[in-house]
């Protein structure tokens, strides 16, 4: 490629790339790397396992995932099917609020009418005492309740349209394609334990030391090392924390045998000193248990497990992010550049989203501040909103206890605090920059936790309230008529390994 | 969170439940909020506007930008009665003339360059060609809009994504001292109530500093519960009465003083609006069905109103309608649009010169975020502060990209063009500057009226290149590439050949209009 050696007027181009790391995350950055610019050498230095990197051990994902495979080439079969990896559409919360569970699905609830959105009809009719729930609307919600999958409707406009999906994975397994993948595009494998992270002068990042004696230099580093941060953490310690607002500092993960039945629904339920979960993959099922350790001793977290979980996993969570994820000529990626628990799991979701954004901001070899300084805006932006969106369950929630009432008593911050004085004033949400949840996310946690708007759009005055009842409980019966027929779970996965065995 | 600010509180209202809306100054942007709320919350305010006849409009906001459509639309406005009504014609873009260097011309496109490429823009294929010394035609020659601009034709754009014919928008030109009126019939006709009369006191309440009514010349005080500042320049009840301090932006731009003049249209009916850069600021050319808009935009610190005026009426194209008007501003927003139950809407709330069509939009947005966050009794502060964000976030953003415009010039030849080339700009547009000159990558955001297309188009226009360009633009072979760009620009040709004149658009579509 003659093009790449023309100079740059700057500085040359980054050609030898450093990942650090032996998780999901480590290879999901090597793969990507190598496939998406091909020109790079890529070298990962796999060393031990983080034990607490929670992008690389937790088994829901968001719908993202199946995007990032997308720009990887990675096709469905060998991705999803060949990985014994499920399919999920959302997520049910238990006992968050004195109010019925409610389904959190990644797709629309209601269609506008007039010149208003769903949900501001749907807050005037509640505000009446006459709304069912919001969930109720959601046409993927009722497919996961109903323990029903089919792919989004290609037809636009179409009813079973307009959600997205997540997977299930299975840590190990989802791993190891990984790694073949990216051994196969030429992803170079170093084997060795890091024992020191080399300085140039000017503080970059020569190159890293290994227990072999030798040493392996690069242009850029990529520190996907978890929580340690071996890579990244040697160049500063800069640390906004948010344990004020994401109370649980403890995750206790165990895998249980194959259930009966797989489901597209994960369980998510509060308990006394945060929360714990169920997912029913359907290689394994898979449980956890968050909770405060001020609030609750391991002992107890334990007795919250369900009886089939295997022996537990402990791991440490210190919520927060770095400000300046990119510094130098490092990138920390995953839990080396934000923590926190695992609701809502948007751990790998940061992870492949800064890797997207390091394939499409990639800087020259110098790493000049001013395309650092973007790379580093943009990431701030997307991981504090999606603490405001986990943050937002506990702010939200009105259960009783010393845990729950604490954490409802903090002072949001202030991207959040916006976002509920809005909501809570009239039902708005203001756009912020770089969301990962859409607006029927945000609007499912709220108004499924009960949280409800003083006031709705003055716009929706013109619509009776009777008339918009009865599209209502029309909608809820076409979602019923639609979902009924869909193919059970198990029986759309069993079609789906046919599909690709042949 | 504070919890609500019980402070304020209203008298009567109506006496129907609907709050008193008392709107002062019936120019564009008091009619265009009379409509709005007299169309869209009927059962929530009673629009009563002041307005003087005495008071001559501005009216010189007579392009705008593709959003006036949506607005329209709302309203229940049709397009064809519209553009007969206020003369109008298409626009596609902005020509901007002798920007760069003295010859330059490019166009500020309401569309994109090349067609989608996946999350590659197509300008990094663009640079990258050109920097490996190929002889590529201008950006322009890969936009639709660009292209139908210099070739003089229109037609709707296509609804299918995929297709040439859907990259690009359009706005209007029209006549503003026709368009008020025509909001006026709209408005009244749904309700709204009008007064002549000049506004010469204001009263308050002592406590709150709440405005209770207006007085008017001849004794009348009209009373309300909400006043909507539309006054103009003189920002009446929001800068006068209120004394809200005027956030100045004038050090980085400069001009303060414009001179308007119609002239007969002598040249094609132009789809496009041109921004023509002069020795001391710039002169704006919009063309209407029944005449030539004209204005020199000028900085007084370095030409004489009467050299400005002069230096308008020989640039003229056509025989002059009038003789030059002068026009006095300055650059900056009021701190906060939304004080007590006073909100300020268009050029009451701030200036920037109309260098890229943005007076009607921003009175717009403003107008839109009203009827969002319409009060109830009282207003919530939560509700102001959300006002205020949003058209603070407007203004700011403005700023920046008609800053690019001065700073971003290699022209040496006067005073004025020496002080804008090497002013100290804001920090947030010399980030987005060296972003851009580094590897030629815009700094996105989802909101925010002008996005990357935008940007690209001022950059390369004003000949600020990118020293490098994305990477992945390597990827495709340079023959494959070469190809697939001579192909685009040949279907762009055609597409644009292929598509009626403007003239001969307007007239068929009035004529519908008429015949309707």
Known sequence: ?502 | MSGEDLRVSYGEGSGDGRLRVVIVGGGTSGWMCAAALARLLPTRCAVHLVESEAIGIVGVGEATLPHIRAFNERLGIREADFMSWTRGTFKLGIEFRDWGRIGDSYIHPFGTFGRGQGEIDFHHYWMRMREAGHAVPPLERFSLACTMARENRFALPGTDPRRLSATFGYAYQFDAVLFAPYLRRLAEGLGAQRSEGRVVGVDRDGQSGDIRAVVLDDGRRIEGDLFVDCSGFRSLLLGEALGEPFQDWSRWLPADRAAAMPCRTATALTPYTSAIAMPAGWRWRIPLQHRTGNGYVYSSAFVSDDEAAGALARSVEGEAMAEPRLLRFRAGRRERSWVNNCIAIGLASGFLEPLESTSIYLVQQAITALLELFPERRVAPSDRDEFNRIIDLEYDRIRDFLILHYHATERDDSAFWNYVRTMTIPDSLAEKMELWRRRGRIVKYREGVFLDASWVAVYCGQRVLPHGHDPRADLPAADSLLRGMAALEAEVADTAAAMPDHLAYIARHCAQAAAA
């Open chain 1, 1 to 502: 490629m003659a093009a790449i050696d023309r100079p740059l007027g700057l500085d040359g181009p980054v050609r030898e790339v450093v990942v650090a790391g032996s998780g999901i995350t480590a290879w999901s950055a090597a793969a990507a790397l190598r496939r998406r610019l091909p020109w790079l050498s890529v070298t990962i230095l796999p060393d031990e396992p983080a034990p607490d990197a929670l992008a690389d051990l937790i088994g829901s994902t968001l719908p993202s995932a199946i995007g990032f495979h997308d720009d990887l080439g990675l096709s469905e079969g060998d991705a999803v099917v060949r990985t014994g990896s499920g399919l999920r559409l959302g997520t049910v919360f238990a006992g968050w609020t004195a109010q019925a569970d409610y389904v959190h699905a990644y797709g629309e609830h209601g269609r506008p009418v007039g010149a208003a959105s769903f949900h501001q009809h749907w807050v005037r009719a509640a505000q009446a005492g006459r709304a069912t729930p919001f969930d109720r609307h959601s046409p993927a919600a009722a497919l996961a309740r109903a323990g029903r999958f089919m792919r989004p409707d290609a037809q636009p406009g179409a009813l079973l349209a307009g959600y997205e999906f997540g997977l299930h994975i299975d840590p190990d397994a989802y791993r190891a394609m990984l790694r073949a993948f990216a051994l196969h595009i030429g992803v170079g494998e170093r084997r060795g334990r890091i024992v020191d992270v080399r300085r140039r002068p000017d503080g970059f990042v020569a190159g890293l030391a290994l227990d072999d004696g030798g040493e392996v230099g690069g242009d850029l580093f990529v520190d996907a090392t978890g929580a340690a941060a071996r890579l990244r953490g040697a160049l500063d310690e800069r640390w906004d924390d948010w344990s004020r607002w994401l109370p649980c500092d403890r995750v206790l993960l165990a895998a249980g045998p194959a259930p009966s039945t797989p489901a597209p629904l994960d369980r998510v339920t509060a308990h006394d000193a945060g929360w714990r979960w169920r997912v029913d993959a359907p290689r394994g099922s898979s449980s956890g248990v968050a909770y405060a350790s001020a609030s609750m001793d391991e002992a107890a977290a334990r007795g919250l497990l369900p009886a089939d979980a295997g022996e537990p996993l402990l791991v440490t969570v210190s919520p927060g992010t770095r400000p300046q994820p990119w510094l130098r000529n490092c990138v920390a990626i995953g839990d080396a550049a934000t923590r926190l628990e695992p609701l809502e799991w948007c751990n790998l979701h940061l992870a492949h989203s800064a890797i997207d954004r390091i394939v499409a901001m990639l800087p020259g070899r110098d790493c000049a501040p001013v395309e650092l300084a973007e790379y580093n805006r943009q990431c701030a932006a997307e991981a504090a909103r999606v603490r405001d969106f986990v943050a937002l369950h506990y702010i939200a929630s009105d259960r009783p206890g010393p845990f729950w009432q604490a954490v409802a008593a903090v002072d949001p911050p202030p991207t959040l605090a916006l976002t509920l004085t809005q909501f809570r004033e009239r039902g708005r949400l203001p756009v912020h920059e770089e969301e990962t949840f859409a607006r029927d996310s945000w609007l499912a946690v709220l108004l499924g936790q009960g949280v409800l708007p003083r006031r709705v759009d003055p716009l929706i005055a013109t619509v009776p309230l009777e008339r918009f009842e009865r599209a209502m409980a029309d909608l809820r019966a076409a979602i019923d008529a639609a979902v009924a027929p869909v193919p059970a779970y198990p029986a759309f996965l069993q079609s789906l390994a046919q599909q690709v065995a042949r």
